[in-house]
């Protein structure tokens, strides 16, 4: 998924979820979840043989607790959904770090995942 659309889902989701947080300081929640999703596809190189090799770096488990701590307390709880919403967006769930280790995983990835390797 683009970063802007990862983007704008999380502004909705928020808005519905937390509305009272949102409208507080809508600037304020907007610049967070760009960074969160710009933090998680920070390692994406267009011009890469292989597109989802960025992934590995921080769309697991330890990458959403990794993004939430370095994003502070204050929204905790915002941060850490939508560093999960989007990985699951780009993969289908939230692996661990190991299960990208292996190129079994890859295999058995991309034969669930024909329709999004069509656009990556």
Known sequence: MKHIEHLRESVERVKQTNWKLYEKDP?????????????????????????LAHREVLHHREGVEQVTAEFGVEYENIIRYEAARHVIADMGQVYMRGDYRTAYFWERWKARNEEIICWV
């Open 27 to 51: 600037a304020k929640i907007r610049k967070l979840l760009c960074r969160i999703h710009k933090t998680l596809d920070a390692y994406f190189d267009p011009s890469a043989e292989n597109l």
